[in-house]
């Protein structure tokens, strides 16, 4: 049973345009969530996190947005450059910050230039 | 610091080899993580450790499997014997309480034929 789910395996977006990638979680408990980076033949590289106490994060081109009630958050990354195709995880932990987490499938981004 | 360090990049092997897996993490980090990532299953939390002891490791998928951290600078998964099912990329992971995420190695590509 997946607790994190990214139901959009891919995602092509045009360059300069918003690029917004979903996930949903199941687990009331989870009260932390990251989003990682991952380039092919690297690991999986921190990209901004939200606490459950917030709705929204920013840092530069990336906000995530929490909707605790529908159980939901999305990344937002504008503009999106060719540079931020890769796959993006979702990743969601409780009550120990970053320890223990439970990643989603991830979403492969295409930003065509 | 180099980040996390892992080793060897990629394995191949035959069924039923030995193989091990071998990680250092970043200096002054007390949690190691050990991730598997297939297609069907995305990336999936293995085992981790907090200050050398093993905390949880409800994620192992069967006896052949074995971890351990002899020390704070290093870790080995082990596989024995290995059937071509445990084919998938393994990553190590490190953090600390005063991190707000794990910080990832490049991984081990295992192939097992």
């Known amino acids: 049973d997946q607790q994190v789910k990214q139901n959009s395996p891919s995602l092509s977006v045009q360059e300069g345009r918003i690029s917004i990638l979903n996930c949903d979680y199941t687990n009331s408990m989870f009260d932390y969530f990251l989003w990682y980076k991952k380039y092919p033949a690297e690991g999986p590289t921190f990209l901004i996190s939200i606490s459950s106490i917030k709705d929204k994060n920013e840092d530069g081109r990336f906000t995530v947005f929490l909707n605790k009630s529908a159980k939901h958050l999305s990344l937002h990354i504008v503009p999106s450059q060719p540079g931020d195709s890769a796959v993006y995880f979702c990743a969601a932990s409780s009550g120990a910050g970053s320890y223990q987490l439970t990643f989603g499938k991830g979403t492969k981004l295409s930003v065509i230039p | 610091d180099a980040g996390v360090i892992q080793s060897p990049r990629h394995e191949v092997t035959e069924m039923g080899q030995e193989v091990t897996l071998r990680c250092k993490p970043i200096?002054?980090?007390?949690?190691l993580f050990w991730y598997r990532q297939t297609m069907m299953r995305g990336l999936e939390l293995l085992i981790y450790?907090?200050?050398?002891?093993?905390?949880?490791d409800s994620g192992m998928p069967e006896d052949r499997f074995s971890a351990k951290m002899p020390n704070a600078s290093f870790s080995t998964l082990k596989i024995q014997p290995s059937e071509p099912r445990d084919s998938a990329v393994y990553f190590c992971a490190s953090s600390s309480l005063a991190e707000e995420t794990q910080y990832f190695g490049p991984g081990t590509r295992l192939l097992v034929l």
């Open positions: 200096s002054g980090h007390d949690y």
């Open positions: 450790f907090n200050n050398n002891v093993p905390i949880d």
